[in-house]
Nanobody, 120 residues
Framework: QLQASGGGLVQAGDSLRLSCAASGRTFSSYIMGWFRQAPGKEREFVAAISWSSGSTDYVDSVKGRFTISRDNAKITVYLQMNSLKPEDTAVYYC???????????????WGQGTLVTVSS
């Protein structure tokens, strides 16, 4: 129901756009989030957007570099990542929550991950 794509190998300073296509149910009342998990680390919140209001929130480490957005017609959420750093290397997951959004445990649905590798 959530299909993430767009990962790849890039150099530091480059940009990538991740996509999360939703299908199979209505997510209009959900909050859509992006999380990431680096090797040996816990999954962490990156960004979230309310599908209905468009309100957004970001983890401090990506503010000013990443932008989350949604396309209602395509039922797709995007994560535009600019000025990428090696520490952004991780598997990125999209997810949907009808509760809160900061904790991974609040999310009801998850997409498969997409790997982002940033070389220095």
């Amino acid at each position: 129901q959530l299909q993430a794509s767009g990962g790849g190998l890039v150099q530091a300073g480059d940009s990538l756009r991740l996509s999360c296509a939703a299908s199979g149910r209505t997510f209009s009342s959900y909050i859509m989030g992006w999380f990431r998990q680096a090797p040996g680390k816990e999954r962490e919140f990156v960004a979230a957007i309310s599908w209905s209001s468009g309100s957004t929130d970001y983890v401090d480490s990506v503010k000013g570099r990443f932008t989350i957005s949604r396309d209602n017609a395509k039922i797709t959420v995007y994560l535009q990542m600019n000025s990428l750093k090696p520490e952004d290397t991780a598997v990125y997951y999209c997810a949907a929550s009808n509760r809160g959004y900061l904790s991974q445990y609040e999310y009801n649905y998850w997409g498969q991950g997409t790997l982002v590798t940033v070389s220095s």
